[in-house]
């Protein structure tokens, strides 16, 4: 059986990676930091003219009609870049719920999504704050057993502060006029698989985080001598980066496999998601952890850019579930009286 991304999956990983390396640059996203917003239409405009605002958006809507399976790669690619717009959210968490949910709503906002005329923003109680809610022209909100519609004009925001400077987070108050759209199991079982898509997108991004933090560490102990030698010559610094790089190859197999259980809804999907999460954040905050150790002094400074990378990754690794939630999910898995465990079971 072969697991392998295709070839035409690859190259578009690839040039992908090319246009987000040349556009999102460091001090582009600083220099969002000073914006009201955060955030640039420019940027979303060009995003939606390669396509990939509406990769999963069905054909019929305007879109490419692929799956979360084919867009993980580049969720890797967004994180490596620290991308501050709501890329992954939309393709991988905002979407696929649109698109579940159906109907007049899908109808309507589907083909606005594919276009990049509109931000569709979903808000899980399971994250407290809704990050992006101030750029959204449609908010999907849970409350409880239902899930709502609103429009701007139907919530009130409250701006609260992030460790991470380029994400925007809001606590929402619904107003009168958002519509239910979801209840009772029907709700439910959406809230369950939306979570899943978001927690699937943040291990992918953090994949890419960790991989950047290594590059920059990789560069600097090039670049900084001490003793006639660079840095990185130095067995010790080895060691940190080596150890880094052999965590994140080994979470990057459970995040592939986990996108592909929710693209095809297995049953498995559930823990899955959480294995990817747990061992691709572990991954990253070791990233972080021993990045700065070798940058030395320079890593706990404003003008490194190695923090812009290490706060997302920290901020991500608390949002779709935190350690806690995906232990516990997989806990109850593992330790179930009908379990099926085992090299046998796997592809059961």
Request: aromatic share 8%; glycine share 8%; charged share 20%.
């Amino acid at each position: 059986m072969d697991f392998t991304f295709s070839e035409d999956q690859l190259l578009f990983q690839e040039s992908v990676r090319d246009f987000l390396v040349n556009e999102v640059t460091a001090e582009r996203i600083r220099a969002s930091w000073e914006s009201d917003s955060g955030r640039e239409d420019a940027l979303w405009n060009q995003l939606a003219e390669l396509g990939l605002t509406g990769m999963t958006v069905p054909e019929v809507h305007g879109g490419l009609g692929m799956t979360v399976l084919d867009f993980v790669l580049l969720a890797q690619e967004c994180g490596y870049v620290g991308l501050p717009e709501p890329l992954v959210h939309t393709v991988m968490v905002a979407v696929p719920l649109l698109n579940d949910i159906g109907g007049e709503l899908g109808e309507q906002w589907l083909p606005k999504v594919a276009s990049g005329e509109a931000k569709v923003i979903v808000g899980l109680e399971q994250n407290l704050l809704v990050e992006d809610a101030h750029v959204a022209d449609l908010l999907l909100i849970q409350q409880g057993d239902k899930l709502y519609a609103a429009t701007p004009d139907e919530v009130s925001l409250r701006y609260n502060e992030s460790v991470d400077p380029s994400r925007k987070l809001f606590t929402v108050e619904l107003l009168t006029g958002a519509t239910v759209v979801a209840s009772g199991e029907q709700a439910a079982a959406l809230i369950a698989t939306t979570l899943n898509r978001g927690a699937l997108g943040c291990a992918a991004q953090v994949l890419g985080l960790a991989q950047r933090m290594i590059d920059l560490s990789v560069q600097y102990t090039s670049e900084r001598q001490q003793f006639g030698k660079p840095i990185g010559s130095f067995q010790a610094v080895k060691h940190h980066m080596a150890n880094v790089a052999v965590r994140l190859e080994y979470a990057k197999a459970p995040t592939h496999r986990a996108a592909y259980a929710v693209a095809m809804g297995q049953e498995v999907a559930a823990h899955a998601v959480s294995h990817a999460k747990l061992v691709a954040c572990e991954a990253a905050n070791l990233a972080a952890k021993n990045s700065v150790q070798v940058h030395g002094a320079m890593g706990y400074t404003w003008e490194v850019d190695l923090h812009i990378f290490m706060k997302k990754a920290w901020a991500l690794a608390n949002t779709w579930g935190d350690a806690g939630f995906h232990k516990r999910r997989i806990g109850e898995r593992i330790f179930a009286t009908d379990a099926v465990l085992g090299a046998g079971a796997t592809f059961v």
